[in-house]
């Protein structure tokens, strides 16, 4: 099945706002497109779309785009992950800050 259903922590490094740190999110993953919803940092749902692209067993490149930001209708992500922790580097538009999210993710369908 493509739908997984998983949890995440994160912490904003490098960031001036008070940001939500806990992620619920649906994925659906084919082959290696990615699709989703989840409560984001800024207290809103976004949808995204991507691709997952696998560096080895572990390691996983994700890039694509996202909804529900503060930065536009519509803005990049990227995110690296390693089993179930992730990093993605993140963007305050109105400070110009540029910061790390760093998280783990708990997945509820494995």
Same mark, same amino acid.
């Given at each position: 099945?493509?739908?997984?259903?998983?949890?995440?922590?994160?912490?904003?490094? /490098?960031?001036?706002?008070? !940001? &939500? &740190?806990?992620?619920?999110?649906? %994925?659906?993953?084919?082959?290696?497109?990615? @699709?989703?919803? #989840? =409560?984001?940092? +800024?207290?809103?749902?976004?949808? !995204?779309? /991507?691709?997952?692209?696998?560096?080895? %067993? #572990?390691?996983?490149?994700?890039? /694509?785009?996202? @909804?529900? =930001?503060?930065?536009?209708? $519509?803005?990049? *992500?990227? %995110? =690296?992950?390693?089993?179930?922790? *992730?990093?993605?580097?993140?963007? +305050?538009? +109105?400070?110009? &800050?540029?910061? $790390?999210? $760093? /998280? !783990? +993710? #708990? &997945? #509820? @369908?494995?």
């Amino acid at each position: 099945t493509c739908l997984s259903l998983l949890m995440a922590v994160s912490m904003h490094i /490098g960031l001036e706002n008070n !940001y &939500n &740190n806990i992620h619920p999110h649906a %994925r659906c993953q084919i082959d290696n497109t990615i @699709t989703g919803v #989840f =409560y984001n940092s +800024e207290n809103n749902i976004s949808l !995204y779309a /991507g691709k997952d692209y696998a560096l080895d %067993r #572990f390691v996983h490149l994700e890039i /694509g785009i996202a @909804t529900g =930001y503060s930065g536009g209708d $519509i803005v990049p *992500f990227m %995110r =690296y992950t390693d089993r179930d922790w *992730f990093v993605s580097p993140s963007y +305050e538009y +109105e400070k110009k &800050n540029i910061g $790390i999210v $760093i /998280g !783990y +993710e #708990f &997945n #509820f @369908t494995k």
